[in-house]
Nanobody, 120 residues
């Protein structure tokens, strides 16, 4: 059974930093694409950072230079280091795994999310 559990969200002031973690259980870590998404109220879900099966990482233009994606294969953890946070980064952040067009949202497994709130 696959399970994704996010942590690390919280409230910070603009310019601050947070690190989100996603611990993945089940035999999928490192074998499939994984990444982070976010969704703010009344907005579409946004892809933030993805690592594919060839270890290639892509980061959204909106966070490039501020957010860094990393993966710890030994701990089955996908992390998102977020620096220089802005109020517009406030959202629920979700970890997802196993990209597939046949799955809702384009990924087959999703965590429950962790809230990030950035105040000005």
């Amino acid at each position: 059974q696959v399970n994704l559990v996010e942590s690390g969200g919280g409230s910070v002031q603009a310019g601050g930093s947070l690190e989100l973690s996603c611990v993945v259980s089940g035999r999928i870590f490192g074998k499939y694409s994984m990444g982070w998404f976010r969704q703010a109220p009344a907005k579409e879900r946004e892809e933030i950072a993805i690592v594919d099966t060839n270890d290639r990482t892509s980061v959204a233009d909106s966070v490039k230079g501020r957010f860094t994606l990393s993966r710890d294969n030994a701990k089955h953890t996908l992390s998102l280091q977020m620096n220089n946070l802005k109020p517009e980064d406030s959202a629920m952040y979700y970890c997802a795994a196993v990209r597939s067009t046949s799955c809702t949202g384009g990924y087959c497994y999703w965590g429950h999310g962790t809230q990030v709130t950035v105040s000005s």
